[in-house]
């Protein structure tokens, strides 16, 4: 791995990891330190005779400042336009080996996890994601790479590449790890208040932040067998393309498995109470906080299993909808909104996937 380190790479890997570069050199090759204690010395081109022998010593001192290994150093370094996400949990490896069921189900539910957020990040949250996923969530998963595996080791690392992603700006990549690490910060959260209260409806709010079934179930396998250990999901940001999210990791707390298993359970059942409504906006509501992008809707309701109402509150799925229903509001535009009836906050209302004007009884749909 070494050999592939190019003086580029590795001076920009210095510049985004707390060393400074000093503005004198050494025999042409380039100082840098780390606050005041530690000095590295990185030629001033590639391909010199000690070259290899430089880039040993400086992945030796990044390892001893960073408590991490070099190979893992290494691959940061000569990856510069790709995400990393890392699972530290009973079933990945240990001392750098895995079990052969561990690493079926560790390397699976990585990728369930991934395509899970994938999907929402591409066509938006649902309760479970049914069906094969779209194309470009499976060109995304057939460009991330796992390791390095190293015999002192014990994490699962998956690296997402940034380039030849030709999803939009930001990429399908990044998009995707965003919502995955909100979406595991909201579930820690979700899971410390079922504990409190016993209730794991707090569970269903944050499907709209992309926490689904899916996903659910591919991070209780990282727990291990029920009820489950602890385990750790971290993130990563590319240098290449810096972020204002910060990197970091989330922690769950043993017996997170047995109810993520929970959830997912619920989430699936929910899923089956899919429901449109049709009428006018009655109520807006958005506070700017964590309750967004509601509207009330006095019309018909048609649901799954045949029952009807006069109306409903409808979340919406985004700012674009809810821009809509101002207009449709204050024009008098009747509108349609289709998704999932869920129980929020105590309240039954239909999460919106689909949102939009009704003209000659076509919608008109966002």
Known sequence: MTANLSVADINSYLAVTGWTRQPEQWRGAAVWVHEGDHEILVPGADGLGDGPRRVREILALLAKVEGRSREDIASDIGAPMADVQWYRAPIVPLDGQFGLLDAVTALTSAQAALSAAARAALSGSRPVFDGVAPRQVRELLARVRIGPIVPSGDLLTVRVPLDGDESGDPPLARRTLI???????????????ARRTGDISAFDGIVRDGASADLCL???????RDPGSRFEVGFRWARGLPSDVPAGKVVFEAETGTLLRRVAHRL????????SVTGLIGTLFDNGGEDRFRVHVRGVVSIGDGEARGSTWVRLPDETAYDLAVEAHRN????????????VHGRRELAATSFGRVTDDRSEET
């Open 179 to 193: 919502l995955l690490r909100r979406a595991t910060v909201l579930l820690r959260e979700a899971g410390a208040e």
């Open 332 to 343: 008098g535009n009747p509108v349609r909104a289709r998704g999932t009836l869920m129980e």
């Open 218 to 224: 591919a991070l209780a396998r990282f727990a291990g």
């Open 268 to 275: 699936r059942r929910l899923h089956r109470e899919s429901a």
